[in-house]
């Protein structure tokens, strides 16, 4: 249940996914006052590559909320003329705090400045506050839920930092655990969090006013970073161990989606699950094909694949996939990794 401010701030948003979205309403719902909404531009998506707003600009639209989309915010970079509007925008709203969730852009030391520095009849500001998916300082970086379930990471959490000019650097405010099911993927595991992080961020503005908010500086180790997903990663690679290739079955669903290339078709492999010793069959070598699963040979052990995907097709259990798609114990998928033509 989403608490209220006891004080209303007046805050300015910077987000762009759906991570974000679901931060901005549990702000909206608990009494902030949304001067500005940050968000990416626009871009081009889907079948039609037509832009599309994200989700974040969606709602702030929906909701009357004033929406600025700075292609950069250096004041001395490409983008120049959009981040000196971004700044007059920025001063204009007179905010308490910022927060920021999975922008896309990292901010200047200009706008750490601004959000700082008191108003002008003397009240202090909160900063910037960054809602950030991982119990830092593992997993700093763009793609942190990705990243630990691809570890094998038993669990993961949010963390809400105060920003610095580093690379999710800043010095710790709240952290809070979430478990990894054995069975979470980024899809499931990202729900989980944005949902705790929206909360916690409420709680943490609900704290600040009242002064009651802690900043701890970020321990030196443990330090590891959350590189951002590349499509190439998503081929399977079946000289790996089975574990290790369900892991990253889970952590690109639903994006880029694991892929393995069979007879020169790129098949999206959506769901899998350790299956048992293969003894000397090469990887890559369909073991045996059920209703259970398409056993594939696998690093000292097999993969049951359990939902597939063809190009162009819809995602389908095993059963229904074998309908449609001739695949027989002896196949090979190529080693060498998959292409890039499956569907999204």
């Not at 909404?37 to 009357?64: F, N, T």
């Not at 190439?232 to 290339?261: K, L, M, Y």
């Not at 069979?262 to 959506?270: A, F, H, P, S």
């Not at 597939?308 to 229904?320: H, I, T």
């Amino acid at each position: 249940m989403t608490s209220s401010l006891a004080q209303p701030l007046k805050v300015i948003f910077a987000g762009t996914p759906e991570f974000a979205r679901v931060a901005l309403e549990r702000l909206h719902a608990a009494g902030a006052e949304i001067v500005l909404v940050l968000s990416q531009p626009d871009r081009p998506a889907g079948r039609g590559m037509k832009l599309q707003a994200s989700s974040v600009k969606h709602y702030a639209l929906e909701h009357g909320m004033p929406v600025a989309q700075p292609q950069g915010l250096r004041l001395d970079g490409k983008y120049a003329a959009d981040a000196a509007a971004a700044r007059q925008a920025m001063v204009a709203a007179d905010a308490d705090v910022m927060v920021v969730a999975a922008y896309g852009l990292i901010l200047p030391q200009w706008v750490l400045d601004a959000m700082e520095a008191p108003h002008a009849d003397g009240r202090a500001r909160l900063g910037c506050l960054n809602i950030h998916g991982s119990l830092l300082p593992r997993w700093r970086g763009a793609a942190p839920i990705h990243r630990a379930i691809e570890a094998g990471d038993t669990h993961t959490g949010v963390t809400i930092m105060q920003m610095d000019v580093g690379l999710d650097t800043g010095a710790m405010l709240l952290q809070q655990a979430v478990p990894i099911a054995d069975d979470d993927s980024t899809a499931t595991l990202h729900d989980k969090v944005a949902d705790l992080g929206a909360d916690m961020v409420v709680q943490a503005l609900a704290l600040a006013v009242q002064g009651g908010l802690k900043a701890t500086p970020q321990p030196a180790e443990g330090v590891s970073y959350a590189h951002k997903i590349e499509k190439h990663e998503a081929a399977i690679q079946w000289a790996d161990n089975a574990t290790s290739i369900c892991r990253r079955v889970r952590a690109f669903n639903p994006f880029p989606g694991a892929s393995a290339v069979l007879n020169g078709e790129t098949i999206k492999v959506w769901r899998a699950l350790p299956g048992p010793a293969a003894g000397a069959a090469t990887p890559g070598t369909v073991l045996r094909v059920d209703a259970a699963g398409i056993a594939v040979a696998a690093q000292g052990s097999s993969v049951l694949l359990q939902e597939l995907q063809r190009p162009g097709g819809k995602r389908l259990g095993v059963a229904d996939f074998l309908r449609g798609f001739a695949l027989q114990a002896g196949m090979r998928f190529d080693l060498a990794g998959a292409s890039d033509a499956a569907g999204p």
